[in-house]
């Protein structure tokens, strides 16, 4: 599915998406649940979550965290953004602090 959300997104973060999407489908086939059964205890259609599956950007994050939600994954999600994570604003804030104010190559590496 063509959207606009789709339409700016990076390489990496479409591969990105696909992946995640794979990583559901397998972590609901070992669970043992259909499609069917993984959408009906997410309260949407299967439609729905199948589009989650293929990694298709312009499902909400609501969904996203409905799926985390059924499997027992939704703990830890938000470590994902975690300020200590986010290795790209810390090299940038250690060379502002450290009176450098370009970006290098190296902080880009993630």
Do not use: H
């Not at 043992?32 to 909400?60: D, F, I, N």
């Not at 409905?66 to 300020?83: P, R």
């Amino acid at each position: 599915m063509k959207t606009r959300a789709n339409d700016g997104l990076s390489y990496v973060a479409k591969k990105e998406a696909r992946l995640m999407g794979q990583n559901i489908v397998l972590a609901r086939k070992r669970r043992g649940l259909s499609r069917k059964a993984m959408a009906e205890k997410m309260m949407v259609s299967a439609p729905t979550l199948k589009a989650l599956e293929c990694g298709e950007t312009s499902v909400g994050l609501g969904v996203l965290l409905q799926a985390l939600s059924v499997l027992g994954l939704e703990k830890g999600f938000s470590d994902l953004l975690s300020s200590s994570n986010d290795k790209v604003g810390l090299g940038m804030e250690s060379r502002r602090l450290m009176g450098e104010s370009t970006i290098k190559k190296e902080d880009l590496n993630f």
